[in-house]
């Protein structure tokens, strides 16, 4: 894999399971990242990123691993250092409805496992590639779910905002 050089990256990953954290830790490595913290709780990675910015988190979800917990956390909490944080999910759950709910809790990018080091770095190079703009609403705040920049024939030019303002009605 050539492309981006990654050296100066911040790392934190989350990861219930040994074997995964070293696994992703040595990937990451030989991507040339070399600033890795690597943790095996939610709760240590909550109190991390309460005290330290990071580049991107992997973060481990699974059945006793509440990823959304997380999320919550990192995204809406004062004690947050950066909420804008790119988290890549990483996990079994490969069914539509866990990435929806990885999707409306404000992930950035999805990984199931098992992983390889190109999905991996497909992950990194979209963060990257695609940085995409984050949504304030009263019940999400995270990157813009939106994720298509080629529009049906509406003549207006990719990445224009769609969405109309109508004003309600006021009676007099």
């Known amino acids: 894999m050539t492309g981006y ?7 934190l990953v989350v990861e219930k399971q040994l074997f995964m954290r070293r696994l992703l ?4 490595l030989q991507m040339g990242v070399i600033n890795v913290m690597k943790v095996s709780t939610i709760g240590e990675a909550i109190e991390l990123s309460s005290k330290i910015e990071f580049d991107m988190v992997l973060l481990d979800w699974a059945p006793d691993m509440d990823a959304m917990e997380y999320l919550e956390v990192v995204r809406n909490s004062d004690s947050s250092r950066d909420p804008f944080v ?3 999910v990483v996990t079994a759950y490969c069914e539509y409805t866990h990435v929806c709910e990885a999707r409306d809790a404000g992930m950035t990018e999805y990984l199931t496992k098992p992983i390889s080091a190109t999905a991996l770095y497909m992950r990194i190079k979209s963060i990257i590639e695609r940085h995409r703009r984050f949504v304030k609403t009263q019940n999400f705040f995270g990157p813009d779910r939106r994720r ?13 905002d769609r969405r109309k303002f109508t004003p309600h009605a006021v009676n007099a």
Not at 5 to 11: E, I
């Open 148 to 160: 298509r920049t080629d529009l049906p024939a509406t003549g207006l030019p990719a990445n224009e």
């Open 25 to 28: 830790g040595d990937v990451l």
């Open 5 to 11: 050089v990654l050296t100066n990256l911040k790392v």
């Open 86 to 88: 790119p988290v890549v």
